[in-house]
């Protein structure tokens, strides 16, 4: 069975250019995160949802950032603008219910320019 | 929020040397789980510690959960090279938000000398 998967693997803008991740996480995996990764450190949630409605956006930067899990399965994550600070590994990860063991992607490295 | 703390922030190690990372939090934990990253890659899922005092062993991982379930250990055993990484304790802590959240410390790197 396939794992979490994400694309770009990596990707390079320049500041105020607009990007976007893609996620589809595992068959019958109903919660999905997304996490930010920085240099050294340990991930950090940025969403969660349960199936399409996102349950938990508190740490997520809602001025630039914004996630989408249309149809309860993939889901896309978009920076407008990005920013130098952005730049980081956004991971997605899956798990069956909320609660449980986390499957990650290999994860989209950013860098803005 | 919930915040674990994981020490040391690094470790190098001889090949054959023992390694231990720890993670302590200020209160009760629920459970507790560990994760270990490669250079280059994402968070893999090792284990979930949910008793008292709970002792699990993987080959030569040996994880334990304290009696008071505030503080964590991961201990390997005579270290190789595919040892090297990152590891991860992370728990499920209050967001703010009315949810859970599972939040990582900042994670032990470490390096084995061959």
């Known amino acids: 069975e396939a794992g979490v998967v994400q694309s770009p693997r990596y990707k390079i803008i320049e500041k105020k250019q607009p990007v976007a991740f893609w996620c589809n996480p595992i068959s019958g995996h109903n919660t999905l995160y997304w996490y930010l990764q920085n240099l050294g450190q340990g991930p950090e949630l940025l969403i969660r949802y349960e199936n399409e409605e996102a349950v938990d956006d508190s740490q997520l930067p809602k001025d630039r950032f914004s996630a989408e899990r249309l149809k309860g399965v993939d889901s896309t994550l978009k920076i407008q603008p990005a920013e130098l600070g952005d730049s980081a590994v956004y991971l997605c990860?899956?798990?069956?219910?909320?609660?449980?063991?986390?499957?990650f992607g290999p994860g989209t490295r950013l860098t803005v320019l | 929020g919930q915040q674990v703390m994981q020490i040391p922030q690094y470790q190098h190690v001889q090949e054959g040397e023992d390694f231990t990372t720890y993670c302590n939090s200020s209160t009760t934990l629920s459970n507790i789980q560990w994760y270990k990253q490669r250079p280059g890659g994402h968070p893999v899922f090792l284990i979930q510690l949910v008793k008292s005092g709970e002792v699990k062993k993987q080959k030569r991982l040996t994880f334990q959960f304290g009696e008071a379930k505030k503080n964590s250990s991961l201990h390997i055993t005579a270290t190789q090279t595919t040892d090297v990484g990152t590891y991860f304790c992370a728990v499920y802590a209050y967001s703010g938000a009315g949810s859970y959240q599972l939040t990582f410390g900042k994670g032990t790197k470490l390096s084995v000398i061959p």
């Open positions: 990860a899956s798990s069956l219910d909320h609660g449980g063991v986390l499957l």
